[in-house]
C-alpha cells in the first residue's frame, strides 16, 4: 500500500482556465475527503464522500467546483473558470468508517496557482 | 461550521525551549486529534483524546482533554528543529464532515 495520492503536485494555470485534480485513496478506505489549504491555516471542508455517493458538500464551495468518485474509489475534483482566488493546495483524505474518531490519511496534496 | 480556535497562530522559539499550543472550542466534543504537517506533506496524526482531563504522552509531547471537552492544549518539551510544523487540531465527530482548527505554524531555531 502507497498511501493517498494526488496528481498532479503542481499546477499553474491562467485565470479562466479549468483544471482537474486526482486522488487515489488507500484501497481499503471507503470514506474521501477533499480540503482546500492556504500557507500557515488549517484545512478547510470541501466535500465528503462515503464510497461513490458524495454525503457533504461545503456551503461556502463556490459552484465553479465539483468532484465525483465514480466506481467508490479514486476521486477527482473539477474547478471550472479558475479565479486567483482559488490558488491553494488542495488536500485529499480517506479513512475507514470515521464513526468513533477515525485517523484520516492524507495525500502531498495538489498545489493551484492561477495566473 | 464548529470553529476551532487555535493559539498561537506563529510561534517562533530556540532548540531547547519548552512551549504550550491551544485549542479552543464553544462546543462539547466527543473527542479531539492533534495532527503534525511538515512543509510540503499532508498533515499526520499525532493522537486521539477522548475522556475530559486525558493526558496522553508521546516522547516529548504532551496532549491534555479539558474537563468539559472544549478544549485541548499540546506542550512541547526541549523543542528540536524537527518539531518544525503546523500543529492542527481536528474534530472528527462532525458526522460527515471532519473539522480542523485554524493551526499554529511552529519553528524551532537550531
Known amino acids: 500500500d502507497t498511501g493517498v495520492s494526488q496528481n498532479p503536485r503542481h499546477k499553474i494555470t491562467k485565470r479562466g482556465q479549468n483544471v482537474t485534480f486526482r486522488c487515489d485513496p488507500i484501497?481499503?478506505?471507503?470514506?474521501l475527503y477533499w480540503y482546500r489549504q492556504t500557507l500557515g491555516q488549517g484545512p478547510e471542508f470541501l466535500t465528503y464522500?462515503?464510497?461513490?455517493?458524495?454525503?457533504?458538500k461545503s456551503r461556502l464551495l463556490s459552484d465553479r467546483f465539483s468532484a465525483e468518485r465514480p466506481k467508490g474509489s479514486f476521486s477527482t475534483l473539477e474547478i471550472q473558470r479558475t479565479e486567483q482566488g482559488d490558488s491553494a493546495m488542495y488536500l485529499c483524505?480517506?479513512?475507514?468508517?470515521?464513526?468513533?474518531?477515525?485517523?484520516?490519511?492524507f495525500g502531498e496534496g495538489s498545489r493551484l496557482t492561477v495566473l | 461550521t464548529q470553529l476551532l480556535e487555535q493559539s498561537p497562530q506563529f510561534l517562533s522559539i530556540q532548540e531547547g525551549e519548552n512551549l504550550t499550543v491551544y485549542c479552543n472550542s464553544s462546543?462539547?466534543?466527543?473527542?479531539l486529534q492533534w495532527y503534525r504537517q511538515e512543509p510540503g506533506e499532508g498533515p499526520v496524526l499525532l493522537v486521539t483524546?477522548?475522556?475530559?482531563?486525558e493526558v496522553k504522552k508521546l516522547k516529548r509531547l504532551t496532549f491534555q482533554f479539558g474537563d468539559a471537552r472544549k478544549d485541548s492544549s499540546l506542550h512541547i518539551t526541549a523543542a528540536q528543529p524537527g518539531d518544525t510544523g503546523l500543529y492542527l487540531c481536528a474534530n472528527p465527530n462532525t458526522g460527515n464532515q471532519f473539522y480542523f482548527g485554524t493551526g499554529t505554524s511552529l519553528t524551532v531555531i537550531p
Open positions: 462546543s462539547v466534543f466527543s473527542s
Open positions: 464522500f462515503q464510497n461513490e455517493a458524495q454525503l457533504e
Open positions: 483524505a480517506s479513512s475507514w468508517s470515521v464513526r468513533t474518531a477515525g485517523e484520516l490519511f
Open positions: 484501497s481499503e478506505h471507503n470514506r
Open positions: 483524546v477522548v475522556t475530559g482531563g
